[in-house]
């Protein structure tokens, strides 16, 4: 049984920092690409950014210069280092993983940007 499960939100001032992790679990499960999600309140999910399994790095304009995702392979997880946080960044964050006719989604973590 495949399990992603992410951590690391919280609230933060704007202007702040967190590093969302997503872990994956399961025997044999490597995790190679990779993509964030984020819904906020009554709007769609959307695609925040990605990382293929060739390492090639992808950002949706709204957090390009301000997110970073990155893998670290001993540990089967995938990071989304985010900076100068805004409020509109106010989302539940998911990360999910495809594998063929599989599609893994972890159960999301709540970032809130407020003063």
């Known amino acids: 049984q495949v399990q992603l499960v992410e951590s690391g939100g919280g609230l933060v001032q704007p202007g702040g920092s967190l590093r969302l992790s997503c872990a994956a679990s399961?025997?044999?499960?490597?995790?190679?690409?990779l993509n964030w999600y984020r819904q906020a309140p009554g709007k769609q999910r959307e695609w925040v950014a990605g990382?293929?399994?060739?390492?090639?790095?992808n950002y949706a304009d709204s957090v390009k210069g301000r997110f970073t995702i990155s893998r670290d392979n001993a540990k089967n997880t995938v990071y989304l280092q985010m900076n100068s946080l805004k409020p509109e960044d106010t989302a539940v964050y998911y990360c999910?993983?495809?594998?063929?006719?599989?599609?893994?989604w972890g159960q999301g973590t709540q970032v809130t940007v407020s003063s």
């Open positions: 999910r993983v495809v594998r063929g006719f599989l599609d893994y």
């Open positions: 399961g025997s044999g499960f490597s995790i190679n690409g």
């Open positions: 990382i293929t399994s060739g390492g090639n790095l």
